[in-house]
């Protein structure tokens, strides 16, 4: 990446913060929506797609430490008609990207990652241009490199590899992206993991939480598209009740691959939902199912409380599952991304994190200092909103792509 663009490191760095998702509508006591759980093969209603609910609830349904125990002794009067068995006829008008022809998918990383390169090897060509390395130089260095995201202790290690190898030695731009390259991929290397299905749990059950807008529903959409061009049977269960064009996104991805959906109306009970789910899919012998969650703030905390009662009751039906809590992180978000790993680990177990948005952000080097911080595994990078543009992660690539390195 040589474009130098002068002022341009100052401009984005100078101003910008972390961007905050909105925040989802307000909890209000209500009183608590009946979970309806039902039998463990319902039949399909004959009313295929349920209509939403005129007035939708605006938050989580409400908690109670035997909420579980309700559910249990609930299931003694199910009622047929809480379960919307949705496996085709998606809604008329619902906004899915389509995919058109493009470049391959490190084309569109690079390209995608080229605001974050462009700020660093800017950055460091101006600090690095006809010098000797000394300690001013690598102190410009650590800022221009904690500036970009990639975090402290990256930071150091890449200076101090240079103060190692080449103090007081002439040393080019290019030299520093080559250090930094292979920094970063030693730092990614590790936490570049693939998801693997557990063919012996059947369904593998896949939980889909994040912030809001972070991409958890597209995310589920390229999920399914892969497994079951895996020849894997999918189900999908649309868990973010909170929204009906949430739902509806959900349904046409199920239409789209061939994956049945369940889902309840609008402002329905999301654990209620998630057990229906996974009774549904284990009846039916499913390879997989996943579900989607209504995006939460990690410092809402009763919205991760229901989070937590979403997997509580997940547990009722299947205690090993879920057996993957994917967290989705928006590429764009920078530093906060740190934070929603942490407040969603400690909160709901996440074995593995999916960053989305990596086609267009200058943010990327977020990922560095969460995979140094945290260590999870990262399974994949959405380059894009068409259900093709879900990657394997591959540490060299990220690395070759943030250092601007062919
Ligand atoms: N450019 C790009 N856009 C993406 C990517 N992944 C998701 N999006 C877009 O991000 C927006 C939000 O995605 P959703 O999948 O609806 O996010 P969500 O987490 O389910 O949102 P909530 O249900 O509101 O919490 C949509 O416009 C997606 O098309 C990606 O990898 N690249």
Redesign the pocket.
Known sequence: MTDKKPGFFKRLFGGEQPVQPPAPPETQPVSAPVPQPVGPTPAPPPDIVPEPEPAPLPGPPETTPDYVEDIEAQRAVPEPEATAFVPLDPPAVVEV?VETPRQGWFARLATGLKRSSDQLTGSITSVFTKRKLDAATLDELEDVLIQADLGLETATAITETLRRDRFDRDVSGEDVRAVLASEVEKVLGPVARPLVIDSTRKPFVILMI?V????????IGKLAQKFAAEGKSVMLAAG?TF?AA?IE?LQVWGQRTNAPVISRPAGADASGLAFDAVTEARAQGRDVLIIDT??RLQNRDELMNELEKVIRVIKKVEPSAPHATLL?LDATTGQNALRQVEIFGQRAGVTGLVM?????TARGGILVAIARRFGLPVHFI????GVG?LEPFTASDFARAIAGTD
């Not at 989305?356 to 267009?360: E, M, R, S, W, Y």
């Open positions: 990207p994040g809001n807008g972070s991409g958890k529903t597209t995310t973010d929204r949430a996104q209504a995006g989705t989305t948005k990596l086609d267009g959405g380059v894009g909103e543009d």
